[in-house]
T-cell receptor
Framework: AQRVTQPEKLLSVFKGAPVELKCNYSYSGSPELFWYVQYSRQRLQLLLRHISRESIKGFTADLNKGETSFHLKKPFAQEEDSAMYYCALKGVDTGFQKLVFGTGTRLLVSP | NAGVTQTPKFQVLKTGQSMTLQCAQDMNHNSMYWYRQDPGMGLRLIYYSASEGTTDKGEVPNGYNVSRLNKREFSLRLESAAPSQTSVYFC?????????????FGPGTRLTVT
């Protein structure tokens, strides 16, 4: 079964504090993982993908196959980071690759 | 490019009424998707279309039908709306369902069924 778990519904931090949004996955094959973000009144958009090993807006995420995790991290949170974050897994079903999303974590960064 | 567009933005239906949510993309993408977003449940796939002329069920297809009208357009129909279908509906598209790809999302349709 393909499943993505985001254990925190809400994560509240102060500006300048480190942030870690947790994501764990269950998948029998070789996973591809993504983080999508939805800012207030905006559409859902891709933040980063694990295969790119990139840092976007100061966020990074490392795939840990041993712990089946793909946590999103940022050393110093900014108020503009406040948004809904979804972890997503690209699984394979009947040859077509679809995204399986977690339930999302709302990040609230206070001044 | 407008990207992915959806109409309407908001809709209120009475139980038993029908309606069609429209989605169009101008990025020449092959694959299109319909999701619903509910609090505490994230995004769940309703139906998808791998390419023009094909459609398949996702995780929560009951109560919905879809039509891939052409490469650009993918509509979602509720034949007899129920309160459980109150949700925010998102359409998305991607280049294809193969390989590493990004899904591009529309702005959403907020549907309330009373």
């Amino acid at each position: 079964a393909q499943r993505v778990t985001q254990p925190e519904k809400l994560l509240s931090v102060f500006k300048g504090a480190p942030v870690e949004l947790k994501c764990n996955y269950s998948y029998s094959g070789s996973p591809e993982l993504f983080w999508y973000v939805q800012y207030s009144r905006q559409r859902l958009q891709l933040l980063l993908r694990h295969i790119s090993r990139e840092s976007i807006k100061g966020f990074t995420a490392d795939l840990n196959k041993g712990e089946t995790s793909f946590h999103l991290k940022k050393p110093f949170a900014q108020e503009e980071d406040s948004a809904m974050y979804y972890c997503a897994l690209k699984g394979v079903d009947t040859g077509f690759q679809k995204l399986v999303f977690g339930t999302g974590t709302r990040l609230l960064v206070s001044p | 490019n407008a990207g992915v567009t959806q109409t309407p933005k908001f809709q209120v239906l009475k139980t038993g009424q029908s309606m069609t949510l429209q989605c169009a993309q101008d990025m020449n993408h092959n694959s299109m998707y319909w999701y619903r977003q509910d609090p505490g449940m994230g995004l769940r796939l309703i139906y998808y279309s791998a390419s023009e002329g094909t459609t398949d069920k996702g995780e929560v297809p009951n109560g919905y039908n879809v039509s891939r009208l052409n490469k650009r357009e993918f509509s979602l129909r509720l034949e007899s709306a129920a309160p459980s279908q109150t949700s925010v509906y998102f359409c998305a598209s991607s280049v294809s369902g193969q390989g590493t790809y990004e899904q591009y999302f529309g702005p959403g349709t907020r549907l309330t069924v009373t």
